[in-house]
């Protein structure tokens, strides 16, 4: 029996679909009490022979509640996390929730507890521009200075590895880059920011680390079931990454004609500097748009690499980068569609 | 003065960020009974020290005050732990769980010697200090009618947080959501209502979609409030459909009235027309465009001045309080207020359910 959290999420229900496409194991989700997500029945319903179970139970849950969800479960895929919110928030719901999790999951004996990372949790301030991030790439040193849900993944996940290291939680790290696919939104943080109806382009030629989401649905089947892996790290990014460029031409093209102002990297420092001082100034009136941290952590050139899942997993990304790209961008041009039309 | 915080969670940011703004201040540990919480606050706004143990934290470090941010049902007895330390407390809105325990609270604190004040920060947003200024001039004159309106945003960054979890200690509130905001509002209608015991008229309504089939369908989401004390009278709206979301107050008086935004900073009044005939009425637009364009530039200054903080009813309280407890002014919130309000929340909600079902 395989248990996932996060089922009813963009990922987790990838995840489930593909567990269903690709093992023969039980499947059980973790869903929030009192939901019954039509999603999941219709899989259900698609995988008439298999078992498919709903275990209501919301993290952080009691400990016996927890102890009800992993009768029977040998492996875990924790995909559950808070993506929006102050970092208080994300970390109530991302950190305290898991360790509720870990513990049961040291009470179960799994064999495997498969924690989706997050790629951002990297120390990219002290690399050189061009480096190339892998597994072996430090963990951030100074995770307050980034953004709410980067610091409450790098808290997770550093919980998640004193439990292996010190009480012995089976655990495989898998880290997605940016996830997309339909209904994704592809204007992340790493293009550009979105304010008064423009996008500040902040990403130029450097390439984006993305995975399309059923290759790391894929990812995460082959983490949860590969036999003989040890405690491990995968990080997941999809071949061909395209340029921030490459993204905000498209999306202008293909979604909407947002303007955009591309600011140079020559300009992000002093830009930035200029930022923290109002926001000082002003005693916080101003908030912060972005940090000079920020400028050297996200809107870096770096080659992300994909190496060790390819070689230890067997991991290929099924869905090329431009399929991926296609299917992205038409959902997102009917959303917009839709918009216009009840507009 | 050394502060120290209890309770880890969204609003414990805003009390140490605008503690910090207060000169001769410093925010000394925080304290949550989540390791995890209590790291993260201690981690990103750079607090030197943070504790899973309350008591621990109040010996060692004792604090001159502490601020209480944790759930209500837990507000009595820190409180008592931390007056017991010899600090005095500025306790998030609800005060207490019912006017029982804010009783016991605020005698405890009498006994030691200590103040409490109760988090009623929009109460001192600039508009509303305003209001409360030309009330006490006398340019309103006697206060005949208030009214004050609170909306709520249920997919906003606190309800979207809310919602989303059925567990939230916020469901679990005598009056679920509104128990935790409707001291708001209230706050900002008694200091006009005079000494005597208002009478209290309550209807509650669920118009939100009853979705979920557990406690989170429970509260009511829209509240309306009819007050009654010797000469004059309150009306409170709390609603989670008005858009846009804002806190609003309005006064009228004998003499004038004031009608105050809270949400754009901005206060106008009222004053009788001396023009004749049809002339009052372009004497009154006059008279609201003037004010108006006042505002406006009044708003300008405070951005250029960095006066338009979120949480500028907040600074502002703490300051007060800060003086009071140093004997260098009055509580901001004297303790009768804190009690009144305490007891209109128990009525309100009392009211509320005993009219449902009424046509």
Not at chain 1, 305 to 325: D, H, I, Q
Request: proline letters at 7%; aromatic letters at 6%.
């Amino acid at each position: 029996m395989i248990l996932v959290t996060g089922a009813t999420g963009f990922l987790g229900q990838w995840v489930v679909r593909r567990l269903l496409e690709r093992t023969t194991s039980p499947i059980r989700c973790l869903v929030r009490p009192g939901t019954n997500p039509p999603a999941l029945r219709a899989l259900a319903a698609q995988w008439p022979g298999r078992v498919l179970e709903l275990h209501p139970a919301a993290l952080p849950a009691p400990g016996q509640a927890l102890d009800s969800a992993l009768d029977g479960v040998r492996v875990v895929v924790h995909v559950a996390a808070g993506k929006q919110g102050s970092a208080p928030a994300l970390v109530a719901s991302t950190v305290v929730g898991s360790e509720a999790l870990f513990q049961a999951a040291l009470r179960a004996q799994l064999d495997r507890f498969v924690l989706v990372g997050s790629v951002g949790v990297h120390d990219t301030a002290s690399l050189p521009r061009g480096a190339t991030v892998d597994e072996d790439t430090p963990l951030e040193r100074h995770p307050e200075r980034r953004d709410p849900y980067t610091f409450s993944k790098h808290r997770q996940e550093t919980l998640a590895r004193a439990y292996a290291r010190d009480r012995g939680l089976p655990l495989v790290v898998v880290r997605p880059g940016v996830i997309i696919g339909p209904t994704a939104e592809i204007l992340v943080t790493r293009v550009g920011l979105q304010m008064f109806g423009l996008l500040l382009h902040l990403g130029g030629a450097n390439r984006m680390p993305f995975t399309y989401v059923a290759n790391c649905a894929d990812a995460l089947v082959l983490a949860a079931t590969r036999p003989s892996l040890g405690a491990d790290t995968f990080n997941i990014i999809d071949d061909d990454p395209p340029t921030s460029r490459q993204i905000v031409r498209a999306y202008r093209a293909r979604v909407r004609p947002v303007p955009s102002i591309p600011l140079p990297r020559i300009a992000l420092t002093p830009i930035a500097r200029l930022n923290e001082w109002a926001n000082r100034r002003s005693q916080g009136q101003v908030p912060i748009v972005f940090s000079r941290y920020d400028a050297r952590t996200i809107w870096k050139k770096l080659v992300y690499s994909n190496r060790r899942a390819k070689s230890v997993l067997g991991w290929t990304p099924e869905v090329p980068m431009g399929e991926a790209l296609d299917r992205t961008f038409e959902s997102l041009a009917e959303r917009q569609r839709d918009k216009g039309r009840f507009a | 003065m050394r502060i120290a915080v209890v309770g880890c969670g969204q609003i414990a940011d805003a009390h140490i960020q605008e503690a910090r703004k207060i000169d001769g201040v410093e925010v000394v540990a925080v304290c949550d009974a989540n390791l995890h919480m209590a790291e993260q606050a201690a981690l990103r706004l750079a607090v030197p020290a943070s504790y899973t143990d309350l008591e621990r934290m109040l010996s060692e470090h004792k604090p001159d005050i502490v601020h209480i941010t944790t759930p209500p049902a837990t507000h009595l007895s820190i409180g008592r732990l931390a007056i017991a330390a010899g600090a005095h407390v500025y306790v998030e809105k609800p005060l207490t769980l019912e006017l029982r325990e804010t009783d016991e609270l605020l005698e405890w604190a009498l006994r030691h010697r200590r103040l409490v004040c109760v988090g009623h920060n929009h109460a001192f947003d600039a508009p509303a200090l305003r209001a409360r200024e030309l009330f006490r001039s006398g340019l309103i004159g006697e206060v005949v009618h208030v009214e004050a309106m609170m909306g709520y945003d249920l997919t906003g960054a606190f309800g979207g947080a809310i919602m989303g979890d059925a567990n939230h200690w916020v469901h679990g509130l005598p009056g679920g959501l509104p128990h935790n905001n409707i001291s708001h509002p209230l706050s900002l209608v008694v200091p006009f209502l005079g000494e005597d015991a208002p009478s209290v008229t309550a209807v509650g309504r669920r118009l939100r979609p009853q979705r979920f089939g557990d406690r989170r369908d429970d509260w009511f989401d829209e509240i309306r409030v009819l007050l009654h004390a010797g000469g004059a009278s309150a009306a409170i709206t709390f609603s989670c459909r008005v858009r846009p979301v804002q806190m609003a107050l309005a006064v009228y008086g004998t003499r004038q009235h004031v009608l105050a935004s809270l949400e754009s900073r901005t206060l106008r009044t009222v004053a009788p027309a001396t023009a004749p005939g049809p002339f009052r009425r372009l004497q009154l637009a006059r008279r609201d465009a003037v004010e108006a364009r006042r505002e406006f530039r009044g708003r300008v200054r405070d951005f250029l001045h960095a006066r338009l903080q979120f949480f500028e009813g907040m600074n502002e309280l703490m300051r007060q309080f800060y003086a009071a407890t140093r004997g260098e002014g009055p509580e901001p919130i004297p303790a009768s207020e804190a009690r009144r309000v305490s007891w209109l929340i128990d009525e309100i909600f009392e009211r509320c359910r005993a009219a449902e079902g009424a046509p």
